[in-house]
């Protein structure tokens, strides 16, 4: 069989970074701005309502060439070919990666095995529509003849982060005649603690799971029923409080929800590229029909800004290209991601799946290994929360952590004086990070000699400043499809596939052979290792008093 990829470190644009970052790596952002004084203008794109500025990061316009080399000689443009057309990309699962099928306008097409997805999509949006519309009037009632209050999510990875985050991002928009809860862990304080003050009779349960198998979700979707089935005591009662968001009907059915209550997407849609899918049946009653199809124009938007812009001048590669630059040559271990606006306090944790169940990997197409670091660790929180908390790491700590910060010119809920500051800190935070100060200024600002090494910044610690005028539908979509596609373009340019996730198995497996074995009663025999089964048995030891 022919290689899928080439090695990587063997590519001649790898070897011309690493010539070419022996010769930068010393260069201080100080020197970098002081030598061209227009980078901040310069290093600069816009996109689908977005904004970034990348100017703060250890590049030189030489650097910028050579990752553009890199990408070409990766052949990412042909990958992103490939994904938009409904190839098989995803190798290891034999599947065509088509979430940006998802937002392609009604008359489009795209095809899968010679069959137009494109009308499908439209066909499930518009039901969507239908339905959402009938929950957000009143017009769909419960069993008992009352209107819907609450509506509450049961997914998780995938089926969870997506629309929990989406809906918290957008929450100016939304209904407020309608609580929007989110329970995704198998722990039963999430179930207990989400439906505790809510009333069976005016409460929607959207069971939301791509296979209709996971564990946790079903745990969930089977508590939920009895809790719905002990308040209104009829079967009958099932199909006004439950709807499913799944590909697999058959499942859904055996479960015993109504398939005509059933909202369908495809397997060519991956779990954490899925909150524009039926995924997003939450969101889409939250905000309703028209704000969700804003959404999937700005996502649209960013699509088509990636799949036509040169690398030079393309969003998502440049900052997929920055993060490789980051975590291949200076080795960075981790990228914080850090948005001035509360209501994108959910974003980081999105893209911690997002990214890292993509790019967590460490062989490529071919089975061999990569050669160089993968993903990034992901974290962060919103600012100014986290300046109080971990910036002092980021600051004067001995990693190097890139930045993203993300921030809007106009807040959704101006109040006086509030966003000015939100926003002085933002830039504050960015370009201390990169200037820092000095210990010839620290000292000529009257610090003790003992005191200056402390209070020194060494700055040269990089960031991307990600800027729109204001949060809209439009804007997140096109804000998530940015990262999605960065995504992309690390799994090409290392050779991994971005759409796979058998990491996440051995543990489900090994759960489920514990199971069992923690109910004590008889002592089935444990051939574990001897932590592992020390562990079970003082479980259930603990578990009997
Ligand atoms: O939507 P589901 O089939 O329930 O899957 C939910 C999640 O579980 C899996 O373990 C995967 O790691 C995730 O990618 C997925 O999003």
């Known amino acids: 069989m022919d290689k899928r ?55 030189t316009a030489r650097t910028l060439e050579l990752l553009a080399d890199l990408a070409r000689e990766r052949g990412v443009g042909d990958r992103v070919e490939a994904m938009f057309t409904g190839r098989r990309i995803n190798v290891t699962e034999g599947r065509a990666v088509l979430h940006t099928a998802l937002r392609a306008p009604r008359g489009a097409s795209v095809e899968v095995d010679g069959r137009n997805v494109v009308p499908a ?43 929990a985050m989406v809906c918290e991002a957008l929450r100016a928009y939304a209904t407020r005649d309608i609580e929007f809860r989110f329970v995704s862990n198998v722990d039963a304080t999430d179930f207990c603690e989400a439906t505790r ?50 590909t697999d009907a058959a499942k859904v059915a055996a479960f015993g929800i109504d ?100 790019n967590g990997k460490s062989v490529t197409l071919d089975g061999e290994a990569v050669g160089a670091p993968t993903s990034p660790v992901y974290w962060g929180e919103p600012g100014t929360n986290g300046q109080h908390s971990f910036y002092q790491l980021i600051h004067q700590g001995s990693h190097l952590i890139p930045c993203d910060f993300i921030a809007f010119a106009r807040s959704l809920n101006p109040l006086d004086g509030h966003h000015a500051m939100l926003l002085s800190n933002v830039l504050a935070q960015a370009e201390a990070l990169a200037f820092g100060k000095t210990s010839a200024e620290v000292a000529a600002e009257g610090a003790s000699p003992a005191l200056v090494p402390h209070r020194t910044f060494p700055g040269n610690r990089p960031s ?76 259930r030891r603990l578990a009997a008093h």
């Open 464 to 539: 991307n400043v990600i800027l729109a005028e204001r949060l809209t539908p439009a804007v997140l979509g096109a804000l998530v499809a940015l990262y999605e596609h960065m995504v992309f373009v690390q799994g090409a340019v290392w050779g991994i596939n971005p759409f796979d996730q058998w990491g996440v198995e051995l543990g489900k497996e090994l759960s489920r052979r514990i199971l069992p074995e923690l109910e004590a009663g008889t002592e089935p025999a444990l051939a574990h290792d001897g932590s592992t089964n020390a562990l079970i048995r003082r479980l």
């Open 121 to 163: 999509v439209h066909e499930v949006l518009d039901r969507m529509a239908a339905f959402a519309g009938a929950v957000r009037s009143g017009e769909w009632k419960g069993f008992t003849g009352m209107p819907i209050r609450a509506v509450v999510n049961i997914g998780i990875g995938g089926s969870d982060l997506g629309p």
């Open 197 to 246: 003050d809510l009333d069976p009779r005016t409460t929607l349960f959207i069971v939301s799971s791509k296979t209709f198998t996971t564990q946790e979700t079903m745990a969930n979707a089977r508590s939920a029923r009895a809790w719905c089935l002990r308040a209104l005591e009829d079967e009958a009662a099932v199909a006004r409080h439950f709807v499913a968001v799944s």
């Open 259 to 358: 398939t005509a209550n059933m909202f369908g997407f495809w397997d060519w849609v991956g779990g954490r590229y899925s909150l524009d899918s039926a995924i997003g049946l939450s969101t889409m009653i939250a905000v309703g029909p028209d704000r969700f199809r804003e959404l999937l124009e700005g996502f649209r938007a960013m699509d088509e800004h990636f799949r036509t812009a040169p690398v030079e001048r393309n969003m998502p590669m440049i900052l997929g290209l920055l993060g490789i630059w980051y975590a291949d040559f200076f080795e960075a271990p981790t990228v914080a991601v850090l948005p001035y606006d509360h209501y994108l306090r959910r974003f980081p944790a999105y893209l911690q799946q997002l990214i890292m169940e993509s």
């Open 5 to 59: 990829t080439a090695p990587l470190t063997e590519s001649k644009a790898w070897k011309a970074l690493q010539d070419h970052f022996a010769e930068i790596r010393g260069l201080h952002l100080r020197e970098l701005f002081a030598g061209d004084p227009a980078r901040g203008e310069a290093f600069t794109l816009e996109a689908a309502g977005l904004f970034l500025d990348y100017s703060k990061n250890r590049v």
